[in-house]
């Protein structure tokens, strides 16, 4: 038997307690005769309480002190579960991200993978080992510091890991027993989905599903490694992320051309008023928030009014950025003549996912019917070949969520949700 990588959320290793029952569970894997790589995050919100601490010593950390400060998080786990593996009479032995050969770019924060060099896991694992990885964490090619992946980073060490060490899967354990149809916290009749394409698990995960890291499916999608997304607190299988053309016609039910509905409440709106109707104002305003180096999401302009000739321009963008796009906008305003400025940061966006949805008919018109008589204002809408988005107000997102679920028969008559940990932070 081969290789098999297993990632461990924080909330699996929260406390002493649950580092022991982690590590009862790898050794049970060892003993069904698989070499076993392991990559942990933070103990619980170990994370976001470094973040706390560095910033209550300075208002702006700098970033290659923060890295260094937070991939120790990371370094608490990895040592700590390696003693409880060894308590259990197993060999273990933890390696920093810079020791597995995670090589990165120099980003700190958000540093991208370059190259695994995992030589000395191999070497552990050949002398019986289990190795174990801190996760989230390279060290940069160029100057040697440590750097950190993103939030959420270890999801993409493990199946970085998992592809270079040709791994036969890659096994994510969080505190739910895998992807939902829905949040099953604001979706109670949310169902697992037992297998799930590449795609339709990026554009969950890019709709603000905490499901997995975005750029792990990208990676896992790019090399063609398996997925398998499961609960440390349970022994039921889980989902499988793989290639469409392995999800099994099967596992869709016959009505179910979407496969999950995905929410966000981490977006704010920027409303541009009056923007006179003209080539090149669209340009300048948007090339002023990229210059500031802001992602935006979905764009929706007005027609315009025939008699003044004037536009609305609204977009989304995270709501962490909005203060500065709103800087970078409002020193526009005099060169384009643009009116006012609104900024909404009591926005959520709800969507649909699905790769049938391509090719069946109607399924905008039925979300949206679902929404009104639910009530629920939409604000923008945006789509690609296998979603549907849309920006309601915040105060209307479960509401969103509840009426698309039931539109499209997502849910299932027992609860088969359970959320056995985590904070949520
Ligand atoms: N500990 C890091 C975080 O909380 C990385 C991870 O959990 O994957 O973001
Ligand atoms: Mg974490």
């Known amino acids: 038997m081969g290789i098999v990588v297993q990632k461990y959320g924080g909330s699996s290793v929260a406390d002493a307690a649950g580092v022991k029952r982690v590590a009862q569970r790898i050794i049970n894997t060892k003993k069904l005769g698989h070499e076993v790589v392991v990559v942990v995050s933070a103990m619980g919100d170990t994370t976001d309480e470094l973040i706390d601490l560095a910033n209550e010593v300075s208002p702006l950390p700098p970033a290659r002190e923060l890295d260094m400060l937070l991939t120790a998080g990371e370094r608490i786990s990895m040592a700590v579960l390696a003693m409880a593996i060894q308590n259990l009479g197993h060999e273990a032995r933890s390696f920093t991200g810079s020791q597995a ?13 370059i190259d695994v060099t995992p030589g000395r896991i191999q070497a552990a694992v050949d002398e019986g080992a289990i190795a174990i990885v801190a996760g989230f964490q390279g060290v940069s ?35 739910v027993d895998g992807i939902f149809t829905a949040d099953p916290r604001i979706e109670p009749t ?23 890291h975005l750029r792990c499916v990208e990676y896992a999608r790019r090399y063609d490694m398996p997925i398998h997304v499961r609960s440390s607190f ?3 299988e889980g989902t499988w992320v793989v290639k469409a053309e392995d999800v099994a016609q099967e596992d869709h039910m016959e009505a179910a051309i979407i496969t999950g509905v995905a929410h966000d409440r981490s977006q704010a709106k920027i409303t541009v008023v009056g923007v006179p109707d ?22 929706v302009q007005n027609v315009s009014a025939a008699a003044t000739s004037l536009t609305d321009i609204s ?9 500065t796009a709103m800087t970078a906008l409002a020193g526009l305003q005099d060169a384009i003549g643009f009116e006012s400025l609104q900024y909404d940061d009591s926005v959520g966006k709800v969507s649909i996912v699905g790769a049938g949805m391509s090719s069946a008919p109607g ?6 019917e679902a929404l009104s008589d639910a009530g629920v204002n939409i604000e923008m809408i945006s789509t690609s070949e296998i979603r549907v988005s849309v920006v309601v107000a915040e105060s209307q997102v479960v509401d969103a969520v509840n009426a698309a ?21």
């Open 363 to 368: 399924i905008s018109a039925r979300f949206f």
């Open 141 to 175: 090619q160029t100057t040697k510091d440590i750097t950190t992946l993103g939030r959420g980073g270890s999801d993409t060490t493990a199946v970085a890991l998992a592809v270079a060490l040709g791994a036969e899967v890659c096994e994510i354990y969080s505190d």
């Open 315 to 323: 977009f989304t963008l995270p709501r962490g950025e909005g203060q």
């Open 190 to 212: 949310a169902r697992k989905v037992p297998r799930i394409s590449y795609e339709e698990t990026l554009e969950m995960a890019a709709q603000g599903a905490k499901i997995l």
């Open 278 to 299: 003209k080539p090149g104002e669209a340009a300048a305003l948007f090339r002023a928030v990229a210059d500031a180096q802001i992602n935006i999401d979905m764009i």
């Open 101 to 113: 050969g995670v090589i990165t770019d120099d980003a700190h924060g958000k540093a991208k993978i």
């Open 405 to 425: 679920h039931a539109a499209f028969d997502l849910g299932s008559d027992e609860i088969e949700a359970v959320v056995y940990g985590g904070t949520g932070r």
């Open 234 to 236: 349970s022994e039921k």
